[in-house]
C-alpha cells in the first residue's frame, strides 16, 4: 500500500483538527455538567419543600450554574480551536504506507508506525490515530480518492485498529 494526498492550506482545516482530537476528552465536560446540573436542579425542588431548604438553596444553585457552565465548555473551546488555528493554515501532505504514516505540514515532518497505533477511531471527516489512550493525529478523508480511503480502511480493518463510533 503507498497512499500519497496533499492537504491544502485551508483556514478552516486545523481548526477542524483540533476539534476532532479533542472532542473525546472534551465531550466528558457534558456529561458531567448535566449530570451536576440534573442534581442541582432537583435539590433545588425538593429544598423549597422544607423550611431549612432556604439555607441551602445557593449550593444547589450553584450546582445548576456550575453544571450549565460545564456543558458550555465544550463548543466554547472548539470554537476558540477554530478561531485561533487559522492563522496556522499552511499547505501539507500525508504519505503512508504499509509500515507508517507520515505527515508534512509546511517545514516540518512527522511520522508514526503503524505498530506504535493501538486504534484508529471512525469519524464523519477524520481517521482519528491513537498512539496508546492518546489521539496522536487525524487523516482526512475528504482529501483521498474514494479508492484510496477504502484501501486505508480495509487495511486498517485487517490489522484490527478500526473502531466505528
Not at 501539507?92 to 509500515?99: E, F, N, Q, R, S
Not at 507520515?102 to 515532518?109: C, V, Y
Not at 474514494?146 to 490489522?159: C, G, I, S, V
Amino acid at each position: 500500500m503507498h497512499i500519497r494526498f496533499d492537504v491544502p492550506a485551508d483556514p478552516a482545516y486545523p481548526g477542524r483538527v483540533a476539534a476532532a482530537l479533542g472532542s473525546d476528552r472534551l465531550r466528558m465536560y457534558g456529561y458531567i455538567g448535566a449530570v451536576l446540573a440534573a442534581v442541582g436542579a432537583i435539590g433545588l425542588a425538593v429544598s423549597w419543600g422544607f423550611a431549612w431548604g432556604e439555607q441551602i438553596s445557593s449550593l444547589w444553585m450553584a450546582m445548576v450554574v456550575g453544571g450549565l457552565l460545564s456543558m458550555l465548555y465544550w463548543p466554547w473551546v472548539r470554537l476558540r480551536a477554530r478561531r485561533r488555528s487559522s492563522r496556522y493554515a499552511v499547505e501539507g501532505a500525508y504519505d503512508i504506507t504499509d509500515d507508517n504514516i507520515m505527515m508534512r505540514s509546511g517545514s516540518e515532518s512527522g511520522g508514526i508506525a503503524w505498530d506504535g497505533v493501538a486504534q484508529v477511531r471512525d469519524t464523519p471527516e477524520f481517521w482519528i490515530v491513537y498512539v496508546g489512550r492518546m489521539p496522536a493525529t487525524v487523516i482526512p478523508r475528504r482529501l483521498m480518492s474514494a479508492e484510496d480511503a477504502e484501501t486505508l480502511r480495509a487495511y486498517m480493518a485487517k490489522r484490527g485498529l478500526l473502531r466505528l463510533r
